[in-house]
């Protein structure tokens, strides 16, 4: 039964990667080569950035139907450096979001949160073709604890992170795509929380238990390494006047440890411009980690009751200020 769990799960995983490979496929299928960005061959320094509120509120009062005043605040954030002198381009990037929530008489609590940097080294030997080495760090910016227990502590400040360091081949045909292939790709997950090292969380190995079962506290893993294959295949396109779509793909395998169930993160956005200052966006995530087990909730009460392998997905719809530098 397990075997044929594994094995449904990677049949879905690898759906979901097939249909991410054929957007931008797809897509550039549909550009002319009169319409396609060249290369990037400007030198020197190019930086910019964009910042996004995004605000939205609802208020009920003797609501016949029924249902909850609410209040939402999301704060997104990207800025970037590309450099070029001759063959040799360095790209660094660091993107930022973070989103409370307030829901009814509830309290105001926490409901996104990201931290990713980025920095990769190129070294053009072709017309579309680089040697490349990248270093990736995906983390949060503060703890989140559970909704009925807050004293629990699910996730920190790199408690888990996420650091990929890759050495290979970058295939950038324009300025729309990039398709980065490494063999050779350390794949390391930090977990700084001795409390979640204990329990075991986000893969690292758990802590020792006495004869009894109780926990040996402070004998928990913070430090999991894997050595694998990465592909990370990014893609920007503008649909029509206002409207951009961008797509990033990211999957590892690993060597050592069931190489066959792949590690994917999947993000998409489409960003629409309402005027210089007004802008709305549709982001997606999805997410397959054999490693990371999430809670379920098998008797369907409302509270979780085990953890299991999941595929993890998540949608954002947001209107609001926008400023870009």
Not at 79 to 106: I, P, Q, Y
Request: charged share 20%.
């Amino acid at each position: 039964m397990l075997y044929r769990y594994h094995f449904s799960r990677l049949g879905q995983v690898l759906g979901w990667v097939l249909l991410a490979l054929s957007l931008p496929l797809a897509a550039r299928a549909q550009t002319s080569e009169a319409s396609a960005a060249a290369p990037d061959t400007v030198q020197g320094w190019r930086r910019g950035g964009v910042g996004t509120l995004n605000l939205s509120q609802v208020s009920l009062t003797n609501w016949a139907p029924g249902g909850q005043s609410s209040l939402s605040v999301l704060a997104i954030g990207n800025v970037f450096a590309h450099h070029r002198r001759g063959e040799n381009t360095f790209d660094t990037s660091l993107d930022l979001l973070f989103g409370t929530l307030k829901s009814g008489k509830a309290r105001m609590r926490k409901n996104d949160d990201k931290l990713e940097f980025n920095a990769k080294y190129g070294h053009q030997f072709t017309k579309v073709l680089y040697y490349a080495g990248q270093v990736n760090v995906k983390t949060q910016l503060t703890p989140t604890k559970a909704i009925d227990r807050p004293d629990s502590l699910l996730s920190a400040f790199f408690a888990p992170a996420f650091i990929l360091t890759s050495i290979g081949i970058d295939y950038k045909p324009n300025d729309q795509l990039s398709v980065f292939l490494s063999p050779v790709t350390g794949k390391f997950t930090v977990v700084a929380s001795q409390t979640l090292a204990d329990a075991g969380a986000f893969g690292v190995e758990a802590a020792d238990r006495t004869a009894d079962g109780r926990i040996v506290a402070g004998t928990g893993q913070r430090f999991r390494k894997e050595l694998g294959a990465y592909l990370n295949v990014k893609y920007r396109k503008p649909l029509w006047e206002n409207v951009v779509f961008q797509t990033k793909l990211d999957l590892f395998s690993n060597y050592l440890h069931n190489p066959d169930n792949i590690d994917v993160n999947w993000e998409t956005l489409i960003s629409f411009k309402v005027n210089k200052f007004i802008s709305s966006s549709i982001t997606t995530n999805l997410v397959y980690d054999d490693d990371v087990l999430v809670p379920l909730d098998q008797n369907e009460d409302g509270v979780p009751d085990s953890r299991g392998r999941r595929i993890q997905f998540k949608e954002t719809l947001g209107i609001g200020l926008t400023y870009k530098f």
